[in-house]
Nanobody, 123 residues
């Protein structure tokens, strides 16, 4: 059974850091791009970052570029989102999602989703 499970969310002060993890099971991660998305209260879900199937290419939303870093370890079936210099506007539920393709090509067409992990940035 294909499954994505996010972890690492929590409460952090502005300017702080968190590292989110996405654990994949039930499929070969090597063939999938992985995207991180977030949904803040009352807002639509947005794409935050994406990494190609072999990790050679990454994309970031303008709002997080320079602060967030996506990475993956296909052998461990793990994808990470390192979030630094967090701001209150980063508060959201963060989801990872997988698509069966080599390149990100945007944030649409994701085949599988995790249930999300909550990140709260507040003093």
């Amino acid at each position: 059974q294909l499954q994505l499970v996010e972890s690492g969310g929590g409460l952090v002060q502005p300017g702080g850091s968190l590292r989110l993890s996405c654990a994949a099971s039930g499929f070969t991660l090597d063939y999938y791009v992985i995207g991180w998305f977030r949904q803040a209260p009352g807002k639509e879900r947005e794409g935050v970052s994406c990494i190609s199937s072999n990790g050679g290419s990454t994309n970031y939303a303008a709002s997080v570029k320079g602060r967030f870093t996506i990475s993956r370890d296909n052998a461990k079936k793990m994808v990470y989102l390192q979030m630094n210099s967090l701001k209150p506007e980063d508060t959201a539920v963060y989801y990872c999602a997988a698509a069966l393709r080599r390149l990100c090509l945007g944030y649409s067409g994701m085949d599988y989703w995790g249930k999300g992990t909550l990140v709260t940035v507040s003093s």
